[in-house]
């Protein structure tokens, strides 16, 4: 039987909303340790643009799943849930709490309901389509699973990429392919989705915005850069070095870039909201200024 005491919280929601803050206050109330769900966080070097947390609070409460691989070294899912696994045992057999705080839908979906069953990279396929313009590829899409078209994100090459890779090996939507995941209820407590009233998580994301780039976005983007960030398609997806890359190569000026990073961040953190109502049996609390949750009713 689980320890009750030591039984997993689970954070999710959109950037901005607080999350961050939130696991560290809980981790102090709840004798916790953290487990970063964040797909970019994972590689060394990028600091500023994923807003990891600092060193200070790396002190004041453990973390995990932070700097776990380097730039020329791939990550997935799969590796997320094994080292996550881990992690959360380790927490357990120390008699703390494992927090999962983050805003990658795919890595919780992946712990708490398996991987399901989509087919392996196929290195033919993959480098064809690789090798076929965005636009192109973005067409294909629409023609031959519309509702994955309205859904994804449409300027993140890569996930369009392996989205047609898993359409063309299976001949089926990938509505099927998440169909078949496990299924598994989530715990009836513990599991948290994160929001904030409009009003409140937009300024938040500016503010969020412009202190990356005060910090010095630019600067770590460059050495980034030298370390071989623009030959890994992954982390080349990571908001705001992608921008600040473009920025770099001369395409835009630092005050457009920073406005580009922050409409991106809108939208992006607009879709990661709707994909977590739509995937996952979240209890949703919506933090703001104004009021402080009972945390005691939802876990």
């Known amino acids: 039987m689980e320890n009750a005491s030591s039984r997993p919280i689970f954070l999710a929601g959109p950037t901005a909303a607080g999350k961050s803050a939130l696991a560290l206050e809980l981790a102090e109330r709840f004798a916790g340790e953290i487990i970063s769900v964040d797909s970019m966080q994972v590689y060394r070097g990028m600091d500023i643009g994923t807003a990891?947390?600092?060193?200070?609070?790396?002190?004041?409460?453990?973390?995990?799943?932070?700097?776990?691989?380097?730039?020329?070294?791939?990550?997935d899912a799969a590796q997320f849930v094994r080292l996550a696994t881990a992690a959360a045992q380790g927490i357990q057999a120390r008699g703390r709490t494992p927090i999962f705080c983050g805003g990658t839908g795919l890595y919780f979906k992946a712990y708490l309901e398996g991987l399901?069953?989509?087919?392996?990279?196929?290195?033919?396929?993959?480098?064809?389509?690789?090798?076929?313009?965005?636009?192109?590829?973005?067409?294909?899409?629409?023609?031959?699973?519309?509702?994955?078209?309205?859904?994804?994100?449409?300027?993140?090459?890569?996930?369009?990429?392996?989205?047609?890779?898993?359409?063309?090996?299976?001949?089926?939507?990938?509505?099927?392919?998440?169909?078949?995941w496990a299924d598994v209820k989530p715990p009836a407590k513990g599991l948290l989705g994160l929001t904030r009233p409009t009003n409140e998580l937009i300024p938040r994301i500016h503010e969020r915005v412009e202190k990356m780039f005060r910090q010095g976005?630019?600067?770590?983007?460059?050495?980034?850069?030298?370390?071989?960030?623009?030959?890994n398609p992954t982390a080349m997806q990571a908001l705001g070095y992608r921008q600040v890359v473009e920025h770099l190569r001369g395409e835009r000026?630092?005050?457009?870039?920073?406005?580009?990073?922050?409409?991106?961040?809108?939208?992006?953190?607009?879709?990661?909201?709707?994909?977590?109502?739509?995937?996952?049996?979240?209890?949703?609390?919506?933090?703001?200024?104004?009021?402080?949750?009972?945390?005691?009713?939802?876990?």
């Open 217 to 231: 976005l630019v600067a770590e983007t460059e050495s980034l850069l030298a370390q071989g960030l623009a030959d």
């Open 253 to 299: 000026g630092l005050a457009e870039t920073i406005e580009l990073v922050k409409i991106r961040t809108r939208q992006f953190a607009k879709r990661q909201l709707t994909w977590f109502r739509r995937q996952m049996n979240l209890h949703w609390v919506t933090l703001s200024a104004s009021a402080s949750p009972n945390w005691d009713e939802w876990i």
């Open 52 to 75: 990891k947390p600092s060193a200070e609070d790396r002190r004041r409460v453990p973390h995990h799943l932070i700097d776990v691989v380097s730039l020329k070294e791939s990550f």
């Open 116 to 180: 399901g069953s989509a087919p392996a990279r196929d290195a033919k396929v993959r480098v064809e389509l690789e090798a076929t313009p965005l636009p192109e590829l973005l067409k294909e899409l629409e023609r031959l699973d519309p509702q994955a078209f309205q859904s994804i994100d449409r300027q993140n090459g890569r996930r369009v990429v392996r989205a047609l890779e898993i359409i063309r090996l299976t001949g089926q939507p990938l509505a099927t392919q998440r169909a078949v």
